[in-house]
């Protein structure tokens, strides 16, 4: 018997890789969007516009990138954006998206809650307040299914 | 609307007969119960034995009174009534994974299979060997096939599947039929080719549902109901739990019912080409609202450490999810009556007409 055994970080091969059966997800021909732009949505908050930062940040979701530092960073410029609220800012700024922004929003909002830091948890719950009463339970389970994800 | 309760375990599958005094169902066990009306109780007056896994779908065809049942010992039978009891026959699927759904075609001389091995076998009888054969279709589904349903012209087949697709296939057999006539779906229908494939949904596709005329079609993912009427597809974002049926009640309307416990109503709009909601269709009997004497106040607050009034009691008639809607009378076209069976057992009937008159703005185009 190999005398190591119990590791098997000499195999070379990944034999799931070449399964014949194993189900890829179909390629999508949709550009690869780099996520919102930090300079600018960085520009919005020191001045004060809220909405249109908020509008700018969930721009461009990086739904298509395989690169996880792009996701990693669209991710850290929402939730900027998002701990810049006002808490009664929150439910017009809601309102003012459609359903596919609530859908994104409700995407980014659970993303964030994978990290939680010092506040994130209590401002990101707000917003999921405001999210699900716009959205409803089908946005949570948009959220679930998703294939794509922020 | 009439509510039955049959048991305490989920309902697995149902199927009526022709003239909806018998159902058959699963109790989430390996056999087939036949209940009967009598009056105004169901007795049960047969019980199929003969799977060795759970049954997974029934299906009873209402001309030649046969049934076909399927299950996750990864067999079919079709059960024939010999005079008082019903014969089971035993199709060999060729497949490797449990079966998931059956349905019996329009002529009912073909059913069509849909399982876990990721293709759909279609069955048809072979008269000079006296048994059932099957053939399948397999590109290019990736994953379990979870419903079907028939085209009425009897050829074309609508699967949706785990692999967050509805397709519509061609199951033409030439061994028991003729070359079909050119369809909306298109005009050449050779085995197991592929007319429609559904693109922009992301979950499961738990139910499919052909429209009377055939040139609609519909099917229920887990996070939108989509909607294809050639040439267009539209769909609707769902604000509720995924839906888990769904079917055809007019040309334009579709019923839909799932996780929520209470069937809703859609109605599509041909001239906007627009899929909305058009209600809920469970009317809950208001209760009574009883006053809160201080003593229950109190109980309350030691009890559940709330002084709230409500009791976390459904108020829909299912007290579970609905996984199965059936129609009962007037077909896809103008259905009168549609029954639900759910996951808590019971089964309910619902009368179109009461729903209509009972809830003021619901239109049923």
Known sequence: ?150 | MSYHSFLLEPISCHAWNKDRTQIAMCPNNHEVHIYKKEGSNWNKIHVLKEHNGQVTGIDWAPESNRIVTCGTDRNAYVWTLKGDAWKPTLVILRINRAARCVKWSPKENKFAVGSGSRLISVCYFEQDNDWWVCKHIKKPIRSTILCLDWHPNNVLLAAGSCDFKCRIFSAYIKEVEEKPAPTAWGSKMPFGEVMFESTGTAGWVHGVCFSDSGNRVAWASHDILPFKSDPAQTFLTSETLPLLCVTFITENSLVAAGHDCYPVLFVYDSNKAALSFGGKLDVPKQSAQKGMTARERFQNLDKKATTDSKEAVLESLHKNSISQISILNGGKARCAKFCTTGMDGGMAIWDVKTLESAMKDLKIV
Request: glycine share 6%.
């Open chain 1, 1 to 150: 018997m190999a005398k190591n055994t119990l590791s098997s970080r000499f195999r070379g091969v990944d034999i799931d890789e070449y399964d014949e059966n194993k189900f890829v997800d179909e390629q999508d021909e949709a550009a690869e969007l780099q996520g919102p732009d930090a300079c600018e949505v960085d520009d919005l908050i020191r001045q004060g516009d809220m909405m249109t930062a908020f509008h700018i940040a969930l721009r461009n979701p990086p739904i298509n990138s395989k690169n996880p530092a792009v996701k990693e960073r669209a991710q850290t410029v929402v939730l900027r954006v998002l701990t810049a609220f006002k808490s009664s800012d929150i439910e017009p700024a809601v309102k003012s998206l459609d359903r596919n922004g609530v859908d994104l929003l409700m995407k980014y909002i659970y993303r964030g809650f994978e990290k939680p830091s010092d506040n994130s948890s209590a401002i990101l719950l707000q917003w999921h307040e405001k999210a699900f009463a716009v959205g409803g339970l089908g946005s949570i389970v948009r959220v679930l299914t998703a294939r794509k994800s922020v």
